[in-house]
């Protein structure tokens, strides 16, 4: 989920959506490049950036986790 938020904030949304409906056509006759598939859609333009927040928040949870496991336990 980091990744792909990390992806979709540099690569910018409206260009990662493009070109992701030119591969599906999910939008038909080419809605996408005239009216943009963010505003077409109504996505929060900011969406990225809560995927990214997301995946960061997980990723060190699933660290912690992780550490907290591993770390021996004095019985």
Wanted: charged share 10%; glycine share 10%.
């Amino acid at each position: 989920m980091l990744a792909l938020g990390v992806l979709l904030w540099s690569a910018g949304l409206e260009a990662s959506l493009t070109v992701w409906n030119d591969q599906t056509a999910l939008l038909p006759w080419g809605l996408h490049r005239i009216l943009g598939i963010v505003t077409y859609l109504d996505i929060p333009p900011e969406l990225p950036a809560g995927i990214t927040v997301t995946g960061a928040a997980l990723t060190l949870l699933g660290l912690a986790g992780q550490l907290s496991r591993s770390s021996p336990t004095a019985s």
